[in-house]
C-alpha cells in the first residue's frame, strides 16, 4: 500500500506537500527527503534499480547533477524556482494571493501555509540585492523616495574615493576615519612572499615581478618594511585629503641603507579596478564606508515573512561606492571593486548582518551567487582575472562565517567552453580549488533563428548537446548542482516579445522539463506562471494561469513518481516535436499513473490546428490489463487554453496591436504585451467565461481511449493538434 499522509494524498504527494510545509530544503540536507522517495519507490521501479529496467520499461537516466536531488527516473519537480528583482523586492515582488478558483478543480494548487506566496516556487533567487542599480530606474518600486540611485547600495562612501588597495602581493582593507581629526587607521595584510609567484596570476604580465624571497613595501618618508614571512601591520598616520602609494616588491634579501638596492618598482596607473597580480603598487586616498544594512531586511523580509527561506542571495551589481570608474551596464553598475580587501570587509559584514537579523541556522540555508550573466561586458566590465579573484574572495569571506555554505558564479549565458573568456569553462581551469564551485547555473532563453532549413533555439533538445558537452569537461567536484536559473521564451520567429503563455508554451514546457530531467539538471527556474488581471472599474483583481502554471497543475499530483519514456509515430507529421512520458506512482496492486503526450512544431507557422494521428507505444509492464484500469483526460490546445482563447476574442473585437493582429493565430503573449487598456478591459468584463475556461481545462473527464494490442504491449491511438498537451489519468478501478 502506499503511504497516506493528510488530506488524502498518496505517497506522490509528500514531497510536494513538505514544500509547501517550507521544510523540504531543510529536509533534503539532512537526506530525509531520498528517504521518503526511497520509502515511496513502487515494486517496478525498486526492482528497475537493484537489477535494471524490466523488458519495455526503460527509464529515464541523467548525466548532469550530482546531489542526489534528481533520482535518475524520477518525476523531481525541478521547476520549483524563481527569482524576485532589485527595485522591486522591498514590495514583496512575485508574492500573491493565489486565486481560490483553482481549489475546487481535479488539479487544486496546493498552497504553502501562509498568505502569500510566490507560485509554484519553494527556492528564490534574490537578484541585485546590493543595490548598484540604474540610474534609470529612478522612482520606481523601492527608489520611489530617493534623490539618488545609490541610496539603495548598502554601502556608501561619504567622502574621499575608492582607490587600489589590493595587488597579488598585499590588501588595505576599509579604514576607519576620524573626519574632526582628518585622520584615518587601517590594517596592511601581505601574504608570504615566497609562497607562489604572483606573476602567475591571470592577466599579469612579463617583468611585473622579478620574484625573491623578501617583500619590501616602502612609502616614501612614512615606511620601510622589509619581510620574508605572511603579517599584518597596522597604520594610522593616514591624512585625509592626501594620496599615499605604496611600492611593494619582491626581493632577493632586505637592501642594506635607507632605500631599496636596484631599480624602484614600476607604479601602474589604475584601470578602475584591482588587478590580481603582483605588480607592486598600493594606491591610498583615506576615505570610510558607509554600511547600510537595514536596506537588507526591508528587502528580505517580505519573504522570510511568507516562509521563504531556500534563499539564493546573488551579490551582482556592485554598489556604485567601490569601484574608481564605476560603468554603466544593462542593469545598473558593473565594474569590480577597486579593493579586494574592501570587497571581502563588505562581504563579510553582509554575512554577520545576515546573522544578526535571521540567525545562523536559517542563514546557513542561504546560498549565495556571484554575479548574473557575468559572461558580458554589459553585466561585469572587468576581466576574467579580475572576476576569479573576486570569486576566491567571495567564498572566503563567506565561509570564514559559514562553513558549509553553498556559492555559485554568475550564471551563464549559452554553454560555451571558451577557457580564456569569461565562462565556466575558464574558472574552472584557473580556480584554485573547483570544491569552491558549488552550483553550475545557467540562463537559457528562447529566441527562434534561422538555420537552413530549420528554425534553431526554439525548444531544450536542440540546446543540450551542448550544455551536455560543457559539463562533460568541467572537473566538478562531487556534490556540485547544475541549474538553469533563468529560463523561458522571450521571442517568437517574427520577433514579437512572448513567453508563449498559451498553449504552445505548455507543450514546449512538456519537452523542457523532460528533456532537463532526463540530462540530470537539478534545478529549474520559471517566471511569473500567473499574469494579474486588474480593472477597478469592474471589480476584477485576480491571476490568470498560464499554459506552463498549467502544466505545473498537472505535474505535482505526480511528483516523486517514476517515469518511463515513450516511442511515438505520426506518419503525417514528419516536422511536429512529439514527447510521450508514463508517469507511475503506488504499488503494483494498485498504481496510479499519468500518460503524458504533447506536440508542437518548431516552426510555429506550421503548426497545425486539424488532429494529427498519434500511436504511442505502451509497453506490456506499464499497463498489463487496460480493463482494470479507468481512464480520465484533462488536455490543453489553442482552442481551450485561456490566453488562446483571449487572443482569438481580442483579434475578432480589433482589440489586439497591430503587429500581433498582423500574424492570425499567432504568437499568443501577455496581455499587457499584445493589447492595451481597453483590451484588457474587454477581458476583465468577461473575466467569469475565461475563468470557467481554466477550470473547465483542469476538470478531469471519463474517457476510454484506443488502446489496442500490439509490438511487446499495447498501442494507444491519439488525434492531437499541434501545439497540444493531453494527459490521461490511469488509476486501478
Known amino acids: 500500500m502506499p503511504i497516506q499522509i493528510p488530506g488524502g494524498l498518496a ?17 533534503a540536507r539532512l537526506g530525509i527527503m531520498a528517504l521518503l522517495a526511497g520509502l515511496c519507490l513502487p515494486v517496478a521501479g525498486l526492482r528497475a534499480q537493484e537489477a535494471g529496467p524490466e523488458p519495455g520499461r526503460e527509464t529515464v537516466m541523467g548525466v548532469a547533477g550530482g546531489n542526489g536531488a534528481n533520482t535518475a527516473g524520477r518525476l523531481v519537480p525541478i521547476w520549483r524556482h524563481q527569482p524576485v528583482i532589485g527595485i522591486w523586492l522591498s514590495g514583496g515582488q512575485g508574492l500573491i494571493d493565489v486565486p481560490d478558483y483553482l481549489d475546487g478543480t481535479d488539479f487544486p494548487y496546493a498552497r504553502r501555509p501562509y498568505p502569500r506566496e510566490v507560485p509554484f516556487a519553494d527556492g528564490l533567487t534574490v ?389 532537463l530531467l532526463a540530462a540530470g539538471v537539478d534545478g529549474l527556474w520559471h517566471w511569473q506562471p500567473f499574469e494579474r488581471l486588474r480593472l477597478q472599474g469592474a471589480g476584477v483583481d485576480t491571476q490568470v494561469l498560464t499554459g506552463r502554471g498549467w502544466l505545473y497543475l498537472v505535474l505535482e499530483r505526480f511528483a516523486g513518481g517514476q517515469i518511463y519514456p515513450l516511442a511515438v509515430t505520426a506518419a503525417d507529421a514528419p516536422d511536429t516535436r512529439f514527447t510521450a512520458h508514463y508517469i507511475e506512482t503506488g504499488g503494483d496492486d494498485d498504481a496510479r499513473g499519468l500518460i503524458l503526450v504533447s506536440a508542437f512544431n518548431p516552426d510555429q507557422a506550421r503548426d497545425s490546428a486539424d488532429p494529427l494521428r498519434v500511436t504511442v507505444e505502451l509497453p506490456a509492464g506499464l499497463i498489463p490489463d487496460p480493463g482494470n484500469r479507468r481512464f480520465a483526460e484533462v488536455s490543453l490546445s489553442q482552442e481551450t487554453a485561456v490566453f488562446d482563447l483571449i487572443r482569438a476574442d481580442l483579434a475578432r473585437e480589433g482589440l489586439l496591436k497591430a503587429e500581433f493582429a498582423a500574424l492570425p493565430g499567432q504568437p499568443v503573449s501577455g496581455m499587457r504585451t499584445m493589447t492595451d487598456g481597453a483590451g484588457r478591459r474587454y477581458v476583465a468584463q468577461h473575466w467569469p467565461a475565461y475563468r470557467a475556461a481554466i477550470v473547465d481545462t483542469l476538470t478531469a473527464r471519463p474517457v476510454t481511449p484506443a488502446i489496442t494490442a500490439g509490438g511487446d504491449g499495447h498501442r494507444l491511438t491519439l488525434d492531437l493538434p499541434a501545439p497540444s498537451v493531453r494527459a490521461i489519468l490511469v488509476d486501478p478501478r
Open 11 to 27: 505517497c506522490s504527494g509528500v514531497a510536494p506537500l513538505l514544500a509547501r510545509l517550507g521544510v523540504a530544503p531543510l529536509l
Open 127 to 515: 537578484v541585485r540585492l546590493l543595490g548598484g542599480w540604474d540610474p534609470r530606474d529612478l522612482g520606481k518600486g523601492e527608489s520611489r523616495t530617493y534623490d539618488d540611485i545609490a541610496q539603495g547600495d548598502l554601502v556608501t562612501r561619504p567622502f574621499g574615493a575608492p582607490t587600489r588597495r589590493s595587488t597579488g602581493l598585499a590588501d588595505l582593507g576599509p579604514l576607519t576615519c576620524d573626519r574632526q581629526a582628518g585622520r584615518c587607521s587601517g590594517v596592511l595584510e601581505w601574504r608570504d612572499p615566497a609562497g607562489g609567484d604572483p606573476g602567475d596570476a591571470p592577466g599579469d604580465d612579463p617583468g611585473d615581478d622579478p620574484g625573491g624571497t623578501h617583500l619590501l613595501i616602502t612609502v616614501p618618508g612614512r615606511l620601510q618594511l622589509c619581510t620574508d614571512a605572511p603579517g599584518q601591520q597596522r597604520i594610522d598616520w593616514f591624512e585625509i585629503g592626501t594620496r599615499y602609494t605604496f611600492s611593494l616588491r619582491r626581493v632577493a634579501g632586505c637592501p642594506a641603507g635607507d632605500g631599496p638596492a636596484g631599480t624602484p618598482p614600476r607604479e601602474t596607473a589604475e584601470a578602475g579596478g584591482f588587478r590580481p597580480d603582483g605588480d607592486g603598487t598600493l594606491v591610498v586616498e583615506p576615505s570610510q564606508l558607509d554600511y547600510h544594512f537595514d536596506l537588507l531586511r526591508r528587502r528580505l523580509d517580505p519573504y522570510l515573512a511568507q516562509g521563504y527561506t531556500d534563499l539564493t542571495l546573488v551579490l551582482d551589481n556592485i554598489p556604485w561606492a567601490l569601484p574608481a570608474a564605476p560603468t554603466t551596464g544593462t542593469y545598473g553598475q558593473t565594474a569590480p571593486p577597486s579593493s579586494l580587501a574592501e570587497w571581502s570587509a563588505f562581504t563579510g559584514r553582509l554575512v554577520d548582518a545576515l546573522i544578526a537579523f535571521y540567525g545562523v541556522d536559517t542563514v546557513s540555508g542561504f546560498r549565495f551567487r556571484l554575479g548574473t550573466e557575468q559572461q558580458s561586458p554589459r553585466r561585469f566590465s572587468g576581466t576574467p582575472g579580475q572576476y576569479l579573484a573576486l570569486y576566491e574572495a567571495t567564498v572566503a569571506a563567506i565561509r570564514a562565517r559559514l562553513p558549509d555554505a553553498r556559492i555559485g558564479p554568475f550564471n551563464q549565458a549559452g554553454a560555451e567552453a571558451d577557457a580564456t573568456g569569461l565562462t565556466h569553462a575558464f574558472l574552472y581551469a584557473n580556480i584554485a580549488d573547483p570544491g569552491d564551485i558549488d552550483f553550475v547555473a545557467h540562463s537559457l532563453y528562447y529566441i527562434p533563428k534561422p538555420r537552413g532549413n530549420i528554425l534553431a533555439n526554439v525548444h531544450t533538445a536542440q540546446r543540450l548537446p551542448d550544455y551536455e558537452a560543457l559539463w562533460r569537461q568541467l572537473p566538478m567536484a562531487p556534490g556540485t548542482t547544475v541549474e538553469f536559473q533563468e529560463f523561458g521564451v522571450l521571442r517568437n520567429q517574427a520577433g514579437l516579445a512572448t513567453g508563449e503563455p498559451g498553449a504552445r508554451g505548455a507543450a514546449l514546457h512538456v519537452a523542457d522539463i523532460f528533456g
